[in-house]
C-alpha cells in the first residue's frame, strides 16, 4: 500500500470536518427550541452529511492516488494545509458562541474547498470543489444573517 498523497490527506482531513460540522449543526438544532433556527440548523446539517458523502465518492474512486508535481507545488503555494486546523469549540458554549464558531469554520471550509478547485483541473472534480466552496460560503452567510437576527437586534 503506498502512502496517501497529500490531496488524499487533505480530503481526509475533509471528510471529518464536514462530519463535525453535520454533528455540531445537529446537536445545536436539538438544544434549540422548534422554530426557523432549528429548521435551517437541520437543513445545515444534511447539507454537511451530504458534503462528506461527496467527497468519501471521491476518495474511494482514488482520484488523488497520484498527484503530479506540479499539484504538490500549488498545494504548498496555496498552504492548502493552513486551513486544516479547526477553529477550537470550548463545551457548554451558548448558542451565541457555537454560531461565531461556526461561521469561522464555514469560512475556513469554502477557503478549502476554493484552494482545492485551483490545484484540480478535472472538469468534474473541479466542479464538485467549486460547488462545495459556493455552498460553504452561503453557509457562513445564513449563519451571520442569524447571528444578527438573534443577537444584534434590539426587538
Ligand atoms: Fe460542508
Ligand atoms: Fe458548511
Same mark, same amino acid.
Given at each position: 500500500?503506498?502512502?496517501k498523497?497529500?490531496?488524499?490527506?487533505i !480530503?481526509?482531513v475533509?471528510?471529518?470536518?464536514?462530519?463535525?460540522?453535520?454533528?455540531l449543526?445537529?446537536?445545536?438544532a436539538?438544544?434549540?427550541?422548534?422554530?426557523?433556527?432549528?429548521?435551517?440548523?437541520?437543513?445545515?446539517?444534511?447539507?454537511?452529511?451530504?458534503?462528506?458523502?461527496?467527497?468519501?465518492? !471521491?476518495?474511494?474512486?482514488?482520484? /488523488?492516488?497520484?498527484?503530479?508535481?506540479?499539484?504538490?507545488?500549488?498545494?504548498?503555494?496555496?498552504?492548502l494545509?493552513?486551513? $486544516?486546523?479547526?477553529?477550537?469549540?470550548?463545551?457548554?458554549?451558548?448558542?451565541?458562541?457555537? !454560531?461565531?464558531?461556526?461561521?469561522?469554520?464555514?469560512?475556513?471550509?469554502?477557503?478549502?474547498y476554493?484552494g482545492?478547485?485551483?490545484?484540480?483541473?478535472?472538469?468534474?472534480?473541479n466542479? !464538485? /470543489?467549486?460547488?462545495l466552496?459556493?455552498?460553504? $460560503?452561503?453557509?457562513?452567510?445564513?449563519?451571520?444573517?442569524?447571528?444578527?437576527? $438573534? /443577537?444584534?437586534?434590539?426587538?
Amino acid at each position: 500500500m503506498p502512502d496517501k498523497t497529500v490531496l488524499e490527506n487533505i !480530503l481526509g482531513v475533509a471528510i471529518q470536518r464536514e462530519e463535525a460540522a453535520a454533528a455540531l449543526y445537529r446537536d445545536t438544532a436539538e438544544q434549540v427550541e422548534t422554530g426557523p433556527v432549528q429548521v435551517l440548523l437541520k437543513e445545515l446539517e444534511q447539507q454537511e452529511v451530504g458534503h462528506k458523502r461527496r467527497l468519501q465518492q !471521491l476518495l474511494d474512486k482514488g482520484t /488523488f492516488r497520484r498527484i503530479s508535481a506540479v499539484q504538490r507545488k500549488q498545494v504548498e503555494d496555496l498552504k492548502l494545509t493552513d486551513y $486544516l486546523v479547526e477553529e477550537p469549540l470550548e463545551p457548554d458554549t451558548d448558542l451565541q458562541g457555537v !454560531l461565531i464558531v461556526a461561521g469561522k469554520r464555514e469560512k475556513a471550509s469554502h477557503d478549502l474547498y476554493n484552494g482545492l478547485a485551483q490545484v484540480t483541473d478535472e472538469p468534474e472534480v473541479n466542479e !464538485l /470543489f467549486r460547488f462545495l466552496a459556493n455552498e460553504e $460560503l452561503g453557509h457562513k452567510h445564513r449563519i451571520e444573517t442569524m447571528y444578527e437576527e $438573534l /443577537f444584534l437586534q434590539d426587538n
